[in-house]
């Protein structure tokens, strides 16, 4: 159980190392195609996808087709191509970014399309986990085109640190090695925040001695669950603005999850317990670096105390409006939302014995509340999917099927160009397109986030030399996007006897180190230990005997792929 831990801790480290490091240095780096769209500050790009009413593509358009409506006010086409994407064939044909700066150039191309694959690891169980890893790895290979690029993302991860690369054997690679990375309904908890509820609010027994603290009974089970929902969201909310800042061009996030329940603030979590009171918010001290009150805790907080705060946090949090909010934000991000819930045609959405809460075990959830939980957390799915100007894979067995729906649709689209005669204000511009022909549909960019004039000013002074005057090098984006994340999960994750071999390789000062192999005896999951520190250069990148890499720069006390 402990390497099971392990691995679901260091987990996002793994995708986010093994996409951004795992790259073929040997193969020269292809010169991206020159876009084919304009970039004026008043120039649109609209990507279309029109289908017949059984949602089969429509193909055979033109530009007369087509009407484009932006606050209301009709738009001339200025450039007008349909794009029908073909996979790219042999992963070892796929010239793969060489670098941060390699990857967003890349991604910046009008047609190379952008796909995030979300792993809603919180909300997705192990049985699932392993039943959507044959069909995703088939349809990520069928539907990444030679000029796509694609990243993973899991809760845990900060979406500054995805990679975008085009093969698939990392992805293909990782979902076989973590067939099991679904979290939900395990019997035992694996995340020590969630164990810190579970030993605080143990389930008890109705009767004996223990009875008294019985009001607390359930109270872990949804802290752990609002917890686990939260995270979620926030990990969404931060993937949709990070994809604005990426491109203008759509960007399609495939999400694995098996909904959510958007809970809203509930005043009956703040009851005082017998065993617990009242709980209570941050204290607010002094802080004594700088003088000034603060609830920053300046020492270490009681288990028990920072239960009650997290429980007073948890009671008032609304994931209904922040799901709202995502909504809102994926819209000018101009980002559509593909959920796919590989449970398939689900019949019960809770178990029918939780266990993963000391304690006797609660009493089973009746039917009728767990029906309109199991059609709570579809619902959440197709109005992500709806709203987004997606599509959801609910309610079916044919997961296959479901994800080949998923390539037709991405796989053929028309890219329509425009000069808005909108104003540069800063503000959000609707934008409607329309099919003249009748019997079809058609999905398209809901709106635009306009530049302001300064925006535009600048950028036309400026010009290329303004920009090469602003960019960092690409030595320190690479190697601070990769320290960043390496190194954060080694302080989250390592095991007991990890912190000596960090400590150690630190204080060797310029030089490259690898970690003694009997400190990594307890944990068998950590592939190669690299410690870089001191250097006044980069990146450095050392190649291990296995073919792992790690880059780190200046600044940078140690870094560890697991």
């Given at each position: 159980?402990?390497?099971?831990?392990?691995?679901?801790?260091?987990?996002?480290?793994?995708?986010?190392?093994?996409?951004a490091?795992?790259q073929?240095?040997?193969?020269?780096?292809?010169?991206?195609?020159?876009p084919?769209f304009?970039?004026?500050?008043?120039?649109?790009?609209?990507?279309?996808?029109?289908?017949?009413?059984?949602?089969?593509?429509?193909?055979d358009?033109?530009?007369?087709d087509?009407?484009?409506?932006e606050?209301?006010?009709?738009?001339?086409?200025?450039?007008?191509?349909?794009?029908?994407?073909?996979?790219?064939?042999?992963?070892?044909?796929?010239?793969?970014?060489?670098?941060?700066?390699e990857?967003?150039?890349?991604?910046?191309?009008s047609k190379?399309?952008l796909?995030?694959?979300?792993?809603?690891?919180?909300?997705?169980?192990?049985?699932?986990?392993?039943?959507?890893?044959?069909?995703?790895?088939?349809?990520?290979?069928?539907?990444?085109?030679?000029?796509?690029?694609?990243?993973?993302?899991t809760?845990?991860m900060s979406?500054?640190?995805i990679?975008?690369?085009?093969?698939?054997?990392?992805?293909?690679?990782?979902?076989?090695?973590?067939?099991?990375?679904?979290?939900?309904?395990?019997?035992?908890?694996?995340?020590?925040q969630?164990?810190?509820?579970?030993?605080?609010?143990?389930?008890?027994?109705?009767?004996?001695?223990?009875?008294?603290?019985k009001?607390?009974?359930?109270?872990?089970?949804?802290?752990?669950?609002?917890?686990?929902?939260?995270?979620?969201?926030?990990a969404?909310?931060?993937?949709?603005?990070?994809?604005?800042?990426v491109?203008?061009?759509?960007?399609?996030?495939l999400?694995?999850?098996?909904?959510w329940l958007?809970?809203?603030p509930d005043?009956?979590?703040?009851?005082?317990l017998?065993?617990?009171?009242?709980?209570?918010?941050?204290?607010v001290?002094i802080?004594p670096?700088?003088?000034?009150?603060?609830?920053?805790?300046?020492?270490a907080?009681?288990?028990?105390?920072?239960c009650?705060a997290?429980?007073?946090?948890?009671?008032?949090?609304?994931?209904?409006?922040?799901?709202?909010?995502?909504?809102?934000?994926?819209?000018?991000?101009?980002?559509?939302?593909?959920?796919?819930?590989?449970?398939?045609?689900?019949?019960?959405?809770?178990?029918?014995?939780?266990?993963?809460?000391?304690?006797?075990?609660?009493?089973?959830?009746p039917?009728?509340?767990?029906?309109?939980?199991?059609?709570?957390?579809?619902?959440?799915?197709?109005?992500l999917?709806?709203?987004?100007?997606?599509?959801?894979?609910?309610?079916?067995?044919?997961?296959?099927?479901?994800?080949?729906?998923?390539?037709?649709?991405?796989?053929?689209?028309y890219l329509?160009?425009?000069?808005?005669?909108?104003?540069?204000d800063?503000?959000?511009?609707?934008?409607?397109?329309?099919?003249?022909?009748?019997?079809?549909?058609?999905?398209?960019?809901?709106?635009?986030?306009?530049?302001?004039?300064?925006?535009a000013?600048?950028?036309?002074?400026?010009g290329?030399?303004?920009?090469?005057?602003?960019?960092?090098?690409?030595?320190s984006?690479?190697?601070?996007?990769?320290?960043?994340?390496?190194?954060?999960a080694?302080?989250?994750?390592?095991?007991?006897?990890?912190?000596?071999?960090?400590?150690?390789a630190?204080?060797?000062?310029?030089?490259?180190?690898?970690?003694?192999?009997?400190?990594?005896?307890?944990?068998?999951?950590i592939?190669?230990?690299?410690?870089?520190?001191?250097?006044?250069a980069?990146?450095?990148?050392?190649?291990?005997?296995?073919?792992?890499?790690?880059?780190?720069?200046?600044?940078?006390?140690?870094?560890?792929?697991?």
């Amino acid at each position: 159980m402990e390497g099971l831990r392990l691995e679901s801790s260091a987990l996002a480290a793994v995708l986010v190392a093994a996409a951004a490091l795992a790259q073929a240095p040997a193969q020269p780096p292809a010169q991206p195609p020159q876009p084919t769209f304009r970039t004026e500050a008043n120039y649109v790009r609209v990507d279309a996808y029109p289908t017949t009413g059984g949602g089969a593509p429509v193909t055979d358009l033109t530009r007369a087709d087509f009407e484009v409506l932006e606050g209301g006010a009709p738009q001339t086409i200025e450039q007008f191509e349909r794009v029908v994407v073909r996979a790219a064939g042999p992963q070892d044909t796929r010239v793969e970014p060489n670098t941060v700066r390699e990857s967003r150039a890349m991604a910046e191309q009008s047609k190379a399309r952008l796909f995030v694959l979300f792993l809603d690891t919180y909300h997705v169980d192990i049985g699932a986990s392993h039943a959507i890893r044959k069909p995703l790895v088939e349809a990520l290979d069928r539907v990444i085109g030679h000029d796509d690029l694609v990243a993973v993302m899991t809760p845990e991860m900060s979406a500054t640190d995805i990679a975008f690369a085009r093969r698939t054997t990392t992805i293909e690679g990782f979902l076989t090695r973590y067939w099991h990375w679904g979290d939900r309904d395990r019997e035992q908890l694996r995340d020590p925040q969630d164990q810190a509820y579970a030993d605080c609010y143990p389930n008890v027994n109705e009767s004996g001695a223990s009875a008294r603290c019985k009001d607390q009974n359930g109270l872990a089970a949804e802290l752990i669950d609002r917890r686990h929902e939260k995270l979620a969201l926030d990990a969404l909310e931060d993937l949709v603005r990070y994809l604005r800042t990426v491109r203008e061009e759509r960007k399609a996030i495939l999400t694995i999850t098996n909904g959510w329940l958007l809970f809203r603030p509930d005043q009956r979590l703040m009851r005082q317990l017998t065993c617990h009171g009242v709980p209570t918010g941050p204290p607010v001290a002094i802080d004594p670096r700088s003088g000034r009150l603060t609830t920053r805790e300046q020492t270490a907080t009681p288990p028990a105390a920072q239960c009650d705060a997290d429980r007073m946090r948890l009671a008032n949090i609304d994931n209904d409006a922040q799901f709202r909010d995502i909504l809102d934000e994926a819209n000018r991000a101009n980002a559509s939302f593909y959920p796919i819930d590989p449970r398939g045609l689900a019949a019960f959405d809770t178990p029918i014995v939780r266990r993963d809460v000391p304690g006797p075990a609660p009493p089973m959830v009746p039917p009728s509340v767990d029906m309109a939980m199991l059609r709570g957390r579809i619902n959440s799915l197709r109005t992500l999917a709806e709203a987004t100007d997606g599509m959801a894979i609910v309610n079916s067995n044919d997961l296959a099927g479901g994800l080949r729906r998923v390539v037709d649709d991405l796989s053929s689209y028309y890219l329509l160009g425009y000069y808005s005669t909108g104003k540069l204000d800063g503000r959000f511009h609707p934008i409607t397109v329309r099919i003249k022909r009748p019997g079809v549909n058609v999905r398209a960019r809901r709106g635009y986030l306009a530049a302001t004039p300064a925006a535009a000013t600048a950028a036309a002074r400026g010009g290329n030399s303004g920009a090469a005057a602003t960019a960092k090098p690409a030595v320190s984006a690479e190697a601070e996007a990769s320290a960043r994340v390496i190194g954060a999960a080694c302080q989250r994750s390592a095991p007991a006897n990890a912190p000596r071999a960090c400590s150690m390789a630190a204080s060797t000062s310029g030089s490259v180190m690898s970690q003694p192999r009997e400190l990594l005896r307890d944990a068998p999951n950590i592939v190669a230990g690299l410690a870089i520190a001191g250097f006044a250069a980069g990146p450095w990148v050392a190649t291990m005997s296995n073919g792992s890499r790690a880059i780190a720069s200046a600044g940078t006390s140690i870094s560890v792929i697991w």
